[in-house]
């Protein structure tokens, strides 16, 4: 019993201690921490906890808005929580670093085990928003990495519904990449079985006058005239 009132009082004493030197660092020195790179960030990092949340960022997010690869990298090998959400529209820092253009470090986050399909509060996920952007390798490597690509958004669309006007190339492969279903093509050939139907119907017919100087066999040419009409010459 001893035991455990020792260790919840040095719980709370930790707690406390972390509060204190949280309470001390503005969101400004943490901004400015950051931007000066990794050094910098190993120096905030004997003041605040890794997992240290501020105005709804993550350091990470910081990080990735400020494009620190340097930063990004620091914090993930030092083992921050890489899908918590956070930033502009409260995603993952990997939406972030979608959102922003920074695809290197995207492509660094996809590959250190950030979620995908975690819905950011427009219930977007990274591939709806990598489709709007039109940034067709970071839509594969998200594909690659278990992207749905059919999660609705807060709008009821899909990152195929998100597809920008591009150049037709680039559009036509997103859409091959997105799409759910096959893409069908329209052509005008008739199916066999028409085809035979039609060919069957022609067959035994008696020999139809077409003009007064002509006879025609349509049962071997494949016509069907109608006797009924041919009107005098």
Excluded at 16 to 24: E, F, L, M, P, Y
Excluded at 68 to 91: A, H, M, Q, T
Excluded at 145 to 164: E, F
């Amino acid at each position: 019993m001893l035991k455990r009132i020792i260790l919840i009082i040095a719980m709370l004493f930790i707690g406390i201690s972390i509060t204190k030197a949280q309470s001390k660092i503005t969101k400004q020195e943490i901004i400015n921490a950051i931007k000066q790179g990794a050094n910098s960030t190993k120096k905030l990092l004997e003041k605040v906890p890794i997992d240290y949340y501020q105005d709804d960022n993550t350091l990470l997010h910081y990080a990735v808005q400020f494009r620190k690869r340097d930063v990004v990298e620091l914090l993930v090998n030092r083992k921050i929580l890489i899908s918590r959400k956070g930033g502009i529209f409260y995603g993952t820092a990997l939406q972030d670093a979608i959102y922003y253009g920074h695809l290197g470090i995207a492509s660094y986050l996809l590959e250190k085990g950030s979620l995908v399909n975690i819905k950011n509060i427009d219930g977007d996920t990274a591939l709806h928003i990598a489709a709007r952007n039109g940034y067709l390798g970071i839509v594969e490597q998200l594909i690659a990495y278990g992207a749905s690509k059919n999660m609705p958004n807060a709008n009821g669309h899909t990152a195929y519904n998100l597809i920008p006007d591009l150049s037709w190339d680039s559009r036509k492969k997103l859409q091959e990449v997105l799409a759910t279903q096959p893409i069908q093509v329209q052509t005008k050939n008739y199916s066999k079985s028409i085809l035979n139907r039609n060919i069957h119907s022609t067959k035994n017919r008696n020999i139809n006058i077409i003009d007064k100087k002509s006879l025609i066999d349509n049962s071997s040419v494949g016509i069907d005239i109608n006797i009924n009409r041919i009107n005098q010459f």
